[in-house]
């Protein structure tokens, strides 16, 4: 394996973490607004203009992102090779050479641009002049959504590393590298469009929920924000709007919904209890009728075992529970997490609870539905 190619892979993760920074590369401190923090100012200060200057300065590194390649590979002693990019027979790397260097140049004609205009073209720009009433300027909306950046209650909600919803008291706000989209609270109507699942382990334990908001507005075109399922109730809490959710979209507002529906799932696929006794009423809910029977089925584990997997179990061994059933699976299942620590929620479909009413131990395996002997 060549320098070169060496030296051009290396490279092109670098580009790929300034572009959408990775954890390493954020908790490194190597991202554009760290490393150019003295010239970006203040963004809870100047919230707009930190983001107008960052777009400009994003649209000039990554325009000038092949031509520093170009250099670094002539600084190196390939001097040749690059110099083979211009005067060669190849049209493609011709074409690659010359906008190496085309790129650079046109985005600082346009940034020069911008600032003749005094930011009037830039997107952010335009895009607050949409939001002016009566003789106001842009300035007077950015100077009001600053305002309001600055104030207690602000919701910063991450949708990925290079996009944060922002919700002020009256400002819906989508940043991204380039620009920001935005709505005013009082014209505007959000609706949950999607909502999709991912599962990120195969015992279901680490598992995320992210939707699909749609904002639409009178005064710009809709735009989509993408939020955590987890994050729903913060969004939700600083509107002063209602989020309409679609009949068809069905969604969990917290960590505890998300893992009561993993815990019920698996439940379905355990071995079954077998009565003919008639059901009582559950006693937790005093609503559904009794549906589970705690009685244990999972294989021991030894401290060591469980050690090895990083489970430090307080309860010890599964045990045998001889209370009847008196609990709906909805109670048990909540009755199950509240028993569990928020800072372990990735393991807790491996951990152990207690019966309510004897103090029996029991794991998810444990938990059987109801069936007749008839089925």
Known sequence: MSEEFVFTLLYLLICLGLIYPLDVFIGAGF??????????????????????????LNIFI?????????????????AEEVSSLFI???????????????????????????????????????????????????????????NEYRRFGTVCIESNPVITIVVTENWVCKVTPFTIFLAHQSDATLNVKKVTNFEMSDMGTNYAQFMNIEVKSTRMDPFTIRIKSENFVDLETRLSRTINVLPNVKFHKSVNDQFIEIFKETVEKNHRYVTDIEPDICIGCLEARSAIKLQKQCTYRSYEENRLLGHHEELGECTDCFCRPMWCLDCISKWFVSRQTIHEKHLWLSKKCSCPMCRATFCVLDVSLLSNSEE
């Open 31 to 56: 991202t554009i607004k760290n490393m150019f923090s003295s010239f970006l100012g203040s963004e809870k200060e100047r919230f707009i203009m930190y983001h107008i200057k960052k777009s400009m």
């Open 88 to 146: 060669g027979t190849t049209i493609y790397w011709q074409t690659f050479a010359a906008t190496s260097i085309a790129l650079p140049i046109l985005a600082l004609f346009q940034i020069q641009k911008w600032i003749y205009d005094k930011y009037k073209t830039h997107p952010i720009a335009v895009n607050l002049s949409k939001h002016c009433n009566n003789n106001n300027t842009w300035e007077t909306v950015a100077t009001d959504i600053e």
């Open 62 to 78: 990554y325009s000038s992102l092949p031509l520093i390649y170009l250099i670094l590979l002539f600084i190196m002693g390939y």
